[in-house]
């Protein structure tokens, strides 16, 4: 028997059987959709985090209070990973003695402290709750890297003068320079408006130490919530990192790495815990959602047992006039094969679409310095992939039934009733 005429019964059994058909092809598609939804959100999590983390200076290094313990999906990944990190005991302020600790570095360009907080704001009749961040203002514009949309950056000797971030100024109606804003009471001028990038600069109003001490509670002169190091050549970095390790150790009184009460970190180090994290999550989702097609699986073979039953007499004719095993074989094997392929197809275009409104709702609810859901990203290799998994899993299903057929006696099947 020809391969196309065995095709062709293959595709006459599905046709004649729509609703069984159907009900084992949504077992797939649900295994498939569910697969391709977790790959997609992922790897589109991975893009937008590794365009965000591009976007950073890498000679960039953070210097948090306490130390690293464990990381967190929902964590901040731009500028403060002591929200990664889970702290093993209270924390201890950063002062100005670790920041003469770390000029003395001979690698590290600029170090500067920095204090933050959440306050009320408001602009033109509206008030919200936005994190504000004090900076040095001799060397805030030397470190940061997010562009300027208008106005200008913070300089020395402002006083009441603050840089607004592209979401601030959205969610204020878009916000205008040389305008007043008042935090916690106080009156401020914005003489800038930040670029959208992607980070937690977006998200937050910056202004100088000074005035952000006077408005944030619970801050004091030369304590900081973290430290920023601009070091000069990247290419010493590894040596760098050790030796603020081990000059902020000396300089805490801490002998052992185990009871360091800081965390050094740079962008490429929290990309890589957060896409371990991501490719963990990933990998466990995936397999809750393999069970699906393994489900699929068995409803595609309860479907090729059925129609074997259901078409006994006419695999006696076919038999009876010269079909062989081999033949019996491949037309069931090639009937399941086609149920798992339609189910693969419609489950990757399911899997897409669902993923795109997971992460279109994951943006209209996400909170501000979290990882961004924005993006969904299915590759081309993935899609294959889905798809073989899919036919593989229609071959698995059909074998057992279409070697059952091919076995059949004909005598015995034309006697089937």
């Known amino acids: 028997m020809k391969f196309l005429s065995q095709i062709k019964l293959a595709i006459n059994i599905i046709i004649h059987s729509p609703l069984r058909s159907w009900l084992a092809i949504i077992g797939i598609v649900i295994g498939t959709a569910a697969i391709v939804a977790i790959l997609s959100i992922t790897e589109g999590a991975k893009a937008n985090l590794e365009k965000n983390l591009n976007m950073l200076d ?106 607004v971030g592209s979401r601030v100024s959205e969610a204020f109606s878009d916000m205008q320079i040389n305008r007043q804003i008042t935090i916690n009471g106080k009156s401020f001028k914005i003489v800038g408006i930040l670029k959208e990038s992607g980070g937690n600069d977006d998200n937050r109003i910056i202004m100088p130490i000074e005035s952000a001490i006077t408005i944030l509670d619970g801050k004091l002169q030369n304590n900081y919530d973290s430290i920023i190091v601009k070091v000069k050549d990247t290419n010493i970095l590894d040596d760098t990192l050790n030796q603020i390790n081990y000059k902020l150790m000396m300089s805490h009184g801490i002998i052992q790495e185990s009871k360091k009460d800081f965390t050094v970190s740079t962008p490429k180090a929290m990309q890589e815990r957060i896409t ?65 392929l ?64 091919s076995r059949l006696k004909p005598i015995d099947a034309l006697r089937y009733e």
């Open 58 to 163: 890498t000679r960039i290094v953070t210097i948090t209070p306490g130390s690293f313990r464990a990381n967190t999906i929902g964590s901040s990944f731009r500028e403060r990973p002591d929200n990664i990190a889970t702290n093993t005991k209270e924390t201890k302020n950063l002062t100005s003695k670790d920041i003469l600790v770390l000029k003395s570095i001979s690698n590290v360009e600029y170090a500067m402290g920095i204090i933050s907080g959440n306050e009320e704001v408001t602009y033109q009749g509206k008030t919200s709750r936005v994190n504000i961040q004090g900076v040095d203002t001799k060397i805030w514009k030397s470190i940061t890297t997010t562009e300027l949309a208008s106005g200008r950056y913070l300089m020395q000797g402002d006083v009441n003068s603050v840089v």
């Open 276 to 340: 371990t994290t991501l490719n963990t999550m990933s990998l466990f989702l995936t397999s809750i959602a393999g069970v699906s097609l393994i489900v699929g699986l068995v409803g595609v073979m309860n479907t090729i047992f059925t129609s074997v039953l259901e078409k006994t007499k006419e695999i006696g004719i076919l038999k009876s006039l010269g079909a062989k095993n081999f033949d019996i074989l491949i037309i069931f094997i090639t009937n399941s094969a086609i149920i798992g």
């Open 342 to 405: 339609i189910g693969g197809i419609l489950g990757i275009i399911l899997g897409i679409v669902a993923s795109s409104i997971l992460t279109e709702y994951a943006t209209v609810g996400a909170m501000p310095g979290r990882i961004s859901l924005s993006a969904t990203y299915i590759s081309i290799s993935t899609i294959t992939r889905v798809l073989t998994i899919s036919l593989i899993t229609g071959l698995i299903a059909g074998s057992l039934p279409a070697y059952k057929a």
